[in-house]
C-alpha cells in the first residue's frame, strides 16, 4: 500500500529548501505540516505533465519554478486532479529582473482559472530558492469544494405575506356616518307612460307623450282594389321591389311586381325552405 501524504512539493529545480516550503504550506492550508507528510518532487518538467500519485490524495500543493512556462496546461490539469475537493494550491515562479511582473502575473492567474481553480489571487511571499538578477512571483488559489458531474437539491425560498397588524385604538369612521337624510329616502321611480307597449303600439285617449300629435301627422297609405289589381308607377320603380322605391311610395312592403298586372303573393312564400 502506498504512503498517504498531506501535501506535495513539486519544482522544477534539483533541491529546494523544505523549511520555507513547510512554512508556505502551513500559510496556505492553516495548519503545520510534518515533514514526513510532504511529498518532495523534483526536476518535474522531466515527468511530462504526469505526476504518480493518486487523485484527490492531497490537500496542499506548492509548486516552485524557474520559469513561468513550467505551469502548462497539462501540468495544471494533473494537479487540480491531485488535489482533494476545496484542497489549496500556492505556485511561485522566478522571473527577470527588468520582466514586466504585471503581464506575467495576469497570464498565470488566466492559466488557474482556466484550469478551473477559484480565489486566484496574488500574494507577497518571500523566494524559496532566490536567483540572482531575478524577482519572484507567488500567487495562491484553491480547488472547487465540489467534484464534476455532482449534485444537490436546491432549497425553494417561499416568499411568505407579511402580516397586517391591525391597532385597536386606530380610528376607524363608521361607514353608515356618511350617509345623509337625502340618500336614506326612498327614491321616487319615474312614472311610466299610459301609451300601450304592445308590438302595435297606439296612442291612449288622454296620450301626454306625444304619440298622439306624431299619428295625426303621419300620411296614411290605403291601396285601393285598383291599384292592386292594376298597379301603376309614376316614377316606374315600385314594381322592383323595396330597394328601390321611395319613402313614400304605397307598395312599401309589397314583394316585387309587373306594372299593369295584379299584386299578389307567391304561393310558397310560407313554405318551408328545406
Avoid at 488559489?141 to 437539491?153: E, L, N, P, R, Y
Avoid at 291601396?223 to 314594381?239: F, M
Avoid at 299578389?264 to 318551408?272: C, E, R, T, Y
Amino acid at each position: 500500500m502506498a504512503a498517504e501524504f498531506r501535501a506535495l512539493l513539486l519544482t522544477d529545480l534539483v533541491a529546494v529548501p523544505i523549511g520555507g516550503v513547510l512554512s508556505a504550506i502551513k500559510d496556505v492550508g492553516g495548519e503545520i505540516v510534518a515533514e514526513n507528510d510532504v511529498l518532495v518532487i523534483t526536476q518535474g518538467d522531466s515527468l511530462g505533465g504526469k505526476l504518480p500519485i493518486g487523485s484527490a490524495s492531497v490537500e496542499v500543493i506548492v509548486s516552485v519554478s524557474k520559469a513561468l512556462d513550467f505551469f502548462s496546461e497539462q501540468l495544471l490539469e494533473e494537479i487540480g486532479r491531485l488535489l482533494k475537493p476545496g484542497g489549496k494550491i500556492l505556485v511561485q515562479t522566478s522571473l527577470p529582473s527588468n520582466e514586466n511582473i504585471d503581464k506575467e502575473k495576469l497570464t498565470l492567474e488566466r492559466k488557474l482559472l482556466y484550469a478551473g481553480f477559484l480565489d486566484v489571487q496574488a500574494t507577497e511571499t518571500k523566494a524559496f530558492v532566490p536567483l540572482e538578477s531575478t524577482k519572484s512571483l507567488t500567487i495562491k488559489c484553491k480547488k472547487a469544494s465540489w467534484t464534476v458531474g455532482s449534485s444537490f437539491s436546491i432549497k425553494k425560498f417561499t416568499k411568505t405575506v407579511p402580516r397586517i397588524q391591525l391597532d385597536d385604538e386606530s380610528d376607524l369612521i363608521d361607514e353608515d356616518s356618511l350617509l345623509t337624510e337625502e340618500d336614506l329616502k326612498k327614491p321616487q321611480l319615474p312614472v311610466v307612460g299610459d301609451c300601450e307597449v304592445g308590438s302595435t303600439r297606439k296612442a291612449c285617449k288622454n296620450c301626454t307623450c306625444g304619440r298622439a300629435e306624431a299619428e295625426e301627422k303621419a300620411v296614411k297609405l290605403d291601396l285601393t282594389a285598383d291599384q292592386i289589381n292594376n298597379p301603376k308607377s309614376a316614377c316606374g320603380s315600385c314594381g322592383l321591389g323595396d330597394a328601390f322605391r321611395c319613402s313614400g311610395c304605397p307598395y312599401k312592403g309589397f314583394p316585387p311586381f309587373k306594372l299593369g298586372e295584379k299584386v299578389s303573393l307567391p304561393g310558397n312564400l310560407l313554405a318551408a325552405d328545406i
